[in-house]
Nanobody, 123 residues
Framework: QVQLVESGGGLVQTGDSLRLSCTAS????????MAWFRQAPGYEREFLAV????????YYTNSVKGRFTISRNNSKNTVYLQMNNLNPEDTAVYYC????????????????WGQGTQVTVSL
């Protein structure tokens, strides 16, 4: 099983930037398609972005296109989410997830999830 650990969350002000990291360990392959999600209080979990194993493909939800960038460093087993121009509506717990089956693009299911990191954006 793949273990995922997110880091980099915190309290920032409107207009600030933040970079989240997600480090993977375990598993039988060297890399997987990886995604970022978020969940705000009272809302369902929301997909944000996904990146393919070799970084050749990315896919974003429309609401974060142009502000958020997903990237990865396979030598460090780490995926990043660069978030710019943050606003209070971005306040949520951010999760990374791994597509262990690797059957579709973009992935339809994610089998491994991290515990999440809190991002809070103040006015």
């Amino acid at each position: 099983q793949v273990q995922l650990v997110e880091s980099g969350g915190g309290l920032v002000q409107t207009g600030d930037s933040l970079r989240l990291s997600c480090t993977a360990s375990g598993g039988t392959r060297t890399s997987y398609s990886m995604a970022w999600f978020r969940q705000a209080p009272g809302y369902e979990r929301e997909f944000l972005a996904v990146i393919s194993r070799g970084s050749t493909l990315t896919y974003y939800t429309n609401s974060v296109k142009g502000r958020f960038t997903i990237s990865r460093n396979n030598s460090k087993n780490t995926v990043y989410l660069q978030m710019n121009n943050l606003n209070p509506e971005d306040t949520a717990v951010y999760y990374c997830a791994a597509d262990l089956d690797d059957r579709n693009w973009p992935p339809e299911d994610y089998e491994s999830w991290g515990q999440g990191t809190q991002v809070t954006v103040s006015l």
